[in-house]
């Protein structure tokens, strides 16, 4: 069984209780590792995550006791989930989203993950898979189909992530003390919540939304997964890859999963 999972937000401050949300999120991968061969995390599993220069860089000592970075000592149960989950022998990809870009390599060499920066195709079950995040895909002239007010927000939003994208940036931030860069950034992500939650962007119909007319353009694809948008989509076609957009573990607790070369967009219960 492969599993596709994005857009759980841990530590975000507008959940009521962190704690709970990350045990379900454990439970739900402990739950995964039964029958898992591979589990992609699409990005922003974290709200908010930045690997400083003066952090510790080895979370686990000779012993195998966790010491991770005052910060970071909140994620312990997932990392160490994801530690189990490797040593398994379970392949974990984890693709960095908009909220969970700075990661150097200590998520990758602590954990066992397989990081991706950019967004990657691979052949499963028969199938061809496109796998991304879903921010920064822009179908062409899709701009020009748009009222001008919604072109400028969509242009600050590819300017700023360029930016965060950008190494020099990146370095610049990563020489803060820790506790003063993790209070900016968790505000920064506080707010985006916050707006989300009072202005949802819906679904915006097949004829009209970015993810799937990205998709209609590359047919070489049976399947195009997505994380980003907060939106549950399953739609399948006839000639055109199928979009699956995977909804959120931060609200709706929804996942994918694929067997037998389909995808099921699964929600977990409890």
Same mark, same amino acid.
């Given at each position: 069984?492969?599993?596709? =999972?994005?857009?759980?937000?841990?530590?975000?401050?507008?959940?009521?209780?962190?704690?709970?949300?990350? /045990? %379900?999120?454990? /439970?739900?991968?402990?739950?995964?590792?039964?029958? &898992?061969? *591979?589990?992609? =995390?699409?990005?922003?599993? !974290?709200?908010?995550?930045? *690997?400083?220069?003066?952090?510790?860089?080895?979370?686990?000592?000779?012993?195998?006791?966790?010491? =991770?970075?005052?910060?970071? $000592?909140?994620?312990?149960?997932?990392?160490?989930?994801?530690?189990?989950?490797?040593?398994?022998?379970?392949?974990?990809?984890?693709?960095?989203?908009?909220?969970?870009?700075?990661?150097?390599?200590d998520l990758e060499r602590n954990t066992g993950?397989?990081?991706?920066?950019?967004?990657?195709?691979? *052949? /499963?079950?028969?199938?061809?898979?496109?796998? &991304?995040?879903?921010?920064?895909?822009?179908?062409?002239?899709?701009?020009?189909r748009l009222p001008k007010d919604i072109q400028?927000?969509?242009? /600050?939003?590819?300017?700023?992530? &360029?930016?965060?994208?950008?190494?020099?940036?990146?370095?610049?931030?990563?020489?803060?003390?820790? &506790?003063?860069?993790?209070?900016?950034?968790?505000?920064?992500?506080?707010?985006?919540?916050?707006?989300?939650?009072?202005?949802?962007?819906?679904?915006?119909?097949?004829?009209?939304?970015?993810?799937?007319?990205?998709?209609?353009?590359?047919? $070489?694809?049976? !399947?195009?997964?997505?994380?980003?948008?907060?939106?549950?989509?399953?739609?399948? %076609?006839?000639?055109?890859?199928?979009?699956?957009?995977?909804?959120?573990?931060?609200?709706?607790?929804?996942?994918?999963?694929?067997?037998?070369?389909?995808?099921?967009?699964?929600?977990?219960?409890?």
């Amino acid at each position: 069984m492969i599993y596709f =999972l994005s857009d759980a937000h841990l530590g975000s401050r507008v959940i009521s209780d962190p704690e709970a949300h990350q /045990r %379900r999120l454990v /439970r739900l991968l402990e739950q995964m590792a039964k029958d &898992a061969e *591979e589990i992609f =995390l699409l990005g922003d599993m !974290f709200d908010f995550w930045y *690997e400083y220069i003066f952090e510790r860089h080895q979370w686990t000592d000779q012993q195998g006791n966790w010491h =991770l970075p005052s910060g970071k $000592q909140q994620y312990l149960p997932f990392v160490r989930t994801l530690r189990r989950l490797t040593d398994q022998g379970i392949k974990v990809h984890y693709f960095i989203g908009n909220h969970d870009i700075w990661t150097f390599g200590d998520l990758e060499r602590n954990t066992g993950v397989m990081v991706h920066r950019q967004p990657q195709s691979f *052949e /499963r079950q028969g199938k061809q898979l496109f796998l &991304a995040h879903g921010d920064g895909l822009v179908p062409q002239d899709f701009m020009s189909r748009l009222p001008k007010d919604i072109q400028k927000r969509i242009k /600050r939003f590819m300017h700023l992530r &360029a930016f965060f994208h950008h190494p020099l940036p990146q370095f610049l931030f990563r020489l803060l003390p820790p &506790a003063w860069g993790d209070a900016f950034g968790y505000e920064w992500a506080r707010r985006s919540r916050l707006k989300e939650l009072r202005h949802p962007f819906p679904y915006k119909g097949d004829d009209k939304e970015e993810l799937v007319l990205w998709a209609n353009e590359h047919r $070489q694809y049976d !399947f195009c997964v997505f994380g980003h948008r907060h939106v549950v989509l399953n739609l399948c %076609r006839v000639g055109l890859p199928d979009v699956i957009i995977l909804g959120d573990f931060f609200q709706q607790f929804t996942y994918a999963q694929m067997k037998d070369g389909q995808i099921e967009i699964k929600k977990l219960t409890e």
